[in-house]
């Protein structure tokens, strides 16, 4: 059973960079793409990106300008970079795993970080 | 459009059967996916590749596919799966690929 551990800081003042960490215990982590996904407060999900442990990544347009995701093989982790968030970056993050190709689908998921921001 | 397209909420009493739709170009030509989320728990996939159920999902989930719709059915609701459902595809129109979720639908159990 693969499980996923997040971390990272939950309260951030406007401007600020958001910085989240997850880690795999997955024995088959280079086998699939990686993911961030959040959830604003009340709202639906929205991907914001993928990484494979070749490094390759595809980012959300809407967010790509500001997101900045990477792997660290020998860790089994995955990071997410959100410079200058607002309050519209207020919500829930998910760490979950993709498939073995390129925007498949999410099999496990993180328990996912409450991240808010607020002056 | 590359967006996929849900119904806010589907209501059914116990015992009836629950369809929830989604409905987008992506779905022509890329696989649906579906999660059920209940309140502050992480999303879990009940359906994959259209009508693939996960891994100790009950029976009562089904998946289906017809042009650019996927529809999701509950035969025999219980009050358990009263829930939001997410369907997913992804855009691969372009040299960078990205991933769609619809809006959500809330099944509420009467």
């Known amino acids: 059973q693969v499980q996923i551990q997040q971390w990272g800081a939950g309260l951030l003042k406007p401007s600020e960079t958001l910085s989240l960490t997850c880690g795999v215990s997955?024995?088959?982590?280079?086998?699939?793409?990686w993911n961030w996904i959040r959830q604003p407060p009340g709202k639906g999900l929205e991907w914001i990106a993928e990484i494979y442990y070749s490094g390759r990544t595809n980012y959300n347009p809407s967010l790509k300008s500001r997101v900045s995701i990477s792997v660290d093989m020998s860790r089994k982790q995955l990071s997410l970079k959100l410079t200058s968030v607002t309050a519209a970056d207020t919500a829930v993050y998910y760490c979950?795993?993709?498939?073995?190709?390129?925007?498949?689908?999410?099999?496990?998921w993180g328990q996912g970080t409450l991240v808010t921001v607020s002056s | 459009s590359y967006e996929l397209t849900q119904p806010p909420s589907v209501s059914v009493s116990p015992g009836q059967t629950a369809r929830i739709t989604c409905s987008g170009d992506a779905l022509s030509n890329l696989y649906g996916y579906w999660y059920q989320q209940k309140p502050g728990q992480a999303p879990v996939m009940i359906i994959y590749?259209?009508?693939k159920r996960s891994s100790g999902i009950p029976e009562r989930f089904s998946g289906s596919s017809s042009g650019t719709t996927v529809t999701l059915t509950i035969s025999g609701v219980q009050a358990e799966d009263e829930a939001d459902y997410y369907c997913?595809?992804?855009?691969?129109?372009?040299?960078?690929?990205?991933?769609?979720f619809g809006g959500g639908t809330k099944l509420t159990v009467l």
């Open positions: 997955d024995e088959s982590f280079s086998h699939f793409y």
């Open positions: 979950a795993r993709g498939g073995g190709k390129s925007v498949e689908r999410f099999d496990f």
């Open positions: 590749k259209d009508n």
């Open positions: 997913q595809s992804a855009d691969t129109r372009h040299t960078s690929y990205s991933v769609i």
